[in-house]
């Protein structure tokens, strides 16, 4: 018997997308927590990265060469949100039906 991930997700394309596969709503589900965490360590690493070294260095009670330090891990936090977001929105485009669909209809069309 065919069964699987990918082997749902072919049928799914085929079927123009009426018959979801298993595992599809957890994996939307996911979707959505990761672009909620992503938006909120966006948010943090925005915040802080728009704060002075100095500003820093006296609310955490760090020196400057530790506060500069931060300053670097949180500017990389937020580069790294950017990354996990395009993740998020290819997954998201992935499941989409119209990434698929159209190409198996135009083939079955000329076959």
């Known amino acids: 018997m065919f069964e699987g991930l ?3 997700f072919i ?3 085929v079927s123009g997308c009426q018959v979801e596969p298993a595992g599809v709503a957890e994996i939307r589900e ?3 927590v990761a672009q909620t965490v992503v938006e ?3 948010g943090l690493t925005s915040a802080f990265g728009e704060t ?3 500003a820093l260095a006296a609310i955490c009670g760090l ?3 530790q506060a500069t330090a931060l300053r670097g ?3 990389v936090g937020h580069d790294t949100t950017h990354l996990i977001n395009r993740g998020v929105i290819g997954l998201r485009s992935l499941l989409q039906c119209e990434t698929f669909n159209p190409i198996y209809s135009k083939y079955k069309q000329n076959a």
């Open 6 to 8: 990918i082997f749902g």
């Open 11 to 13: 049928v799914y394309y």
């Open 30 to 32: 996911l979707s959505d």
């Open 40 to 42: 909120s360590a966006h």
């Open 52 to 54: 002075s070294v100095q």
């Open 63 to 65: 020196t400057i060469k």
């Open 73 to 75: 891990l949180i500017n």
